[in-house]
């Protein structure tokens, strides 16, 4: 049997209905920016591999540290006890995070980073003996799949047959000009409810990469501070370069009360989740009352391979030649916007940082289920291009290895799918 025969005979694969999906592409090696098939295709992986892969696949440094530590500890219980990956991670990663930010919880991916966020805040007003149990959110935002990170992301129909379970969430609009005065308005009615406020900074990947002006953001925050709501900044997705700078928040003047971070956290290594807080709120949890002890783990809590990892890559990120390989990405990406700009095939075209999205036309609104997604994704894979539509958005998400050439053969080919579909 085929590898794909196989994973077909034992395998169910996310967010894909498996009754209609084509058979998955069997992928048994990665270099650089690109994915080798088993039947020696090659793919330039445009996606990041689900955004997590900031520096290239099977990265030497990365590898080499993570063998190094595999022989000297692969895991050890984080409850009573520490190691120096996980030590030297949260002292690496807090010095280059807002000033505010002063512990480190570790746990395993991007949704139960902002599960441990969502908790944190509720638990830290019930410690306080206030019950303030709503949350603010924006609408169509996405912070995972786990019940409490789905609470807090738009409805949809990702979410639709477990709307009835979900807790209460107060869902706004994205701030802009006309709008920021009412929903200040709103937050000042309603603050003694509200727990918190967790928003994506200046992108909603999963909405269509939808962004938003740090101005009023900004803006936002520091309502929401002055009328004591907390802040959770969901960096899961923006951080580490994405939008150009380390973190989103450094696009603020505002510093979050929490953040969330995973996907590139380990370079795109393996799954680990961290989630930092303020001096305040940690404190907020020290009693000799163990009723408000934060009652939240994972077994493979701060995993010293997946530290190892995240050191490494963090080691990569620092380096003045990855912020150079973001600067080009992102002028890349705005000068191919500028070539196509008016093109009939085009509605819209937006950017922060790395990250590049076109709006298809399609006379319709724009649409995760939109039927060209299919058209685009296989016409993409047919020129060795991972591109990963959200419906009719097509967006560009590299690792910051990529090379000139490579940036203009998917150049290349969106133009040619522009005037051919």
């Known amino acids: ?115 441990a966020a969502i908790k944190m805040c509720l638990q830290y007003w019930h410690n306080k003996g206030e019950q303030r149990t709503k949350i603010l959110a924006f609408k169509n935002a996405y912070h995972g799949d786990t019940f409490g990170a789905m609470s807090v992301s738009g409805r949809s129909a990702f979410t639709a047959a477990f709307d009835s379970l979900l807790f209460e969430v107060e869902f706004i609009d994205l701030p802009n000009a006309e709008n920021i005065e009412s929903i200040k308005y709103l937050v000042s009615n309603i603050k003694t409810e509200i727990s918190c406020f967790i928003f994506e900074p200046l992108v909603q990947g999963s909405a269509g990469m939808v962004m938003y002006d740090a101005e009023y953001l900004n803006e936002l925050m520091a309502h929401c501070q002055s009328e004591g709501v907390l802040l959770i900044a969901d960096e899961v997705f923006t951080g580490f370069g994405r939008t150009g700078k380390n973190f989103a928040c450094d696009h603020v003047q505002v510093q979050p009360d929490i953040m969330c971070f995973s996907k590139g956290l380990t370079g795109g ?69 500028e070539t196509i700009k008016g093109h009939s095939s085009i509605k819209t075209t937006r950017q922060t940082g790395t990250i590049l999205a076109l709006v298809w036309e399609t006379g319709s609104d724009t649409s995760y289920f939109n039927g060209l997604r299919d058209k685009l994704y296989h016409y993409f894979l047919g020129k060795g291009i991972i591109l990963r539509p959200l419906g009719n958005v097509i967006y560009i998400l590299p690792p910051y290895c990529i090379s000139n050439t490579e940036l203009d053969y998917i150049y290349q080919s969106i133009g040619q799918a522009l005037d051919e579909i």
């Open 1 to 115: 049997m085929s590898l794909v025969e196989r994973d077909l005979a034992v395998i169910w694969h996310p967010y894909t209905q498996m009754k209609t999906a084509q058979p998955p592409i069997p992928i048994v090696r990665g270099e650089g920016a690109c994915l080798y098939a088993e039947d020696g295709i090659k793919y330039i992986d445009a996606v990041s591999s689900w955004w997590v892969n900031i520096h290239g696949h099977s990265h030497p440094y990365i590898a080499k540290k993570v063998s190094e530590q595999l022989h000297k500890l692969e895991h050890a219980i984080f409850a009573g006890f520490t190691h120096e990956g996980a030590v030297q991670l949260a002292e690496r990663l807090l010095a280059i995070l807002p000033s505010n930010q002063k512990k480190a919880f570790y746990t395993d991916d991007g949704s139960t980073a902002v599960e």
């Open 269 to 337: 290594t393996m799954a680990l989740g961290l989630t930092t807080c303020t001096e305040a709120i940690y404190d907020a949890f020290l009693s000799d009352d163990r009723m408000k002890t934060l009652f939240h783990g994972h077994s493979y809590t701060a995993n010293p391979v997946a530290c190892a990892a995240a050191l490494a890559s963090l080691d990569l990120f620092l380096e003045p030649s990855t912020q150079q390989n973001i600067d080009r990405i992102a002028a890349r990406h705005a000068a191919f916007a």
